[in-house]
């Protein structure tokens, strides 16, 4: 499978855990991307890497939320102390830097939080 | 505020027929705009994607028409299937911003056979 890989697929944890979330890119895309989609609205951004820099975040992504892509290839989302507000869905996308930049997404890692 | 968003929230048509799904955005500096189904459990998937400076787009069954005039984009689906049953949402790039896109609510897709 050549497609983008998240994992866990899912994952329950308890008010005030830490979680840590895996995205392994398409192999040649230099963009990554992280989403969070909550029941019955689309996807909203959070941060966005080219190679291992992180060039964009969103105001969503509070300080309990933390992106790495040590080495350009793959990312880590971590979210401390989490919140029942937290549970979501929560997507990686990455694209080429060249041409239309179209955003490939991974099946997403369901987040519940109880 | 400025977002992206569909007139309908669901859309029920019969297998055969045609699907036509709309989306109004607001941001005049958005220049790309990219469809996507989202099937359930699953990521979204690309569809078909259009430049600002079309107006027309065709791919397999499907038609992406832009009105930058009015703001309105539309998907069309010609001879729909049980399997085109999905969320879809459009989505917005906007110019000044080059990775993130703004994604409207979505509109459900059911497909009667």
């Known amino acids: 499978d050549t497609g983008v890989s998240q994992d866990p697929r899912h994952k329950i944890t308890k008010r005030g855990q830490n979680v840590t979330f895996r995205c392994d890119p398409i192999?040649?895309?230099?963009?990554l991307y992280w989403y969070r989609q909550t029941l019955g609205q689309g996807p909203e951004f959070l941060t966005y890497f080219q190679n291992e820099a992180q060039l964009e975040k969103s105001r969503l992504l509070s300080d309990r939320f933390s992106a790495e892509r040590p080495k350009g290839s793959f990312s880590t989302l971590e979210i401390q102390r989490t919140e029942q507000g937290d549970s979501a869905m929560y997507l990686c996308?990455?694209?080429?830097?060249?041409?239309?930049?179209?955003?490939?997404f991974g099946q997403g890692t369901r987040l519940t939080v109880v | 505020g400025e977002s992206v968003g569909l007139h309908l929230p669901t859309l029920s048509v019969q297998e055969g027929d045609n699907s036509i799904i709309n989306c109004a955005y607001s941001n005049s500096a958005s220049d790309y705009f990219i469809w996507y189904k989202q099937e359930s459990g699953k990521g979204p998937q690309f569809i078909i994607d259009?430049?600002?400076?079309?107006d027309k787009r065709q791919g397999q069954r499907v038609t992406v028409l832009l009105n930058k005039t009015v703001k309105h984009l539309s998907l069309q689906i010609a001879a729909t299937q049980p399997g085109d049953s999905a969320v879809y949402f459009c989505a917005e790039k906007r110019g000044s911003t080059l990775g993130r896109l703004y994604f409207g609510r979505g509109t459900q897709l059911t497909v009667w056979p």
């Open positions: 192999s040649e895309h230099n963009r």
């Open positions: 996308a990455s694209s080429l830097e060249r041409g239309s930049g179209e955003a490939f």
């Open positions: 259009i430049r600002s400076n079309m």
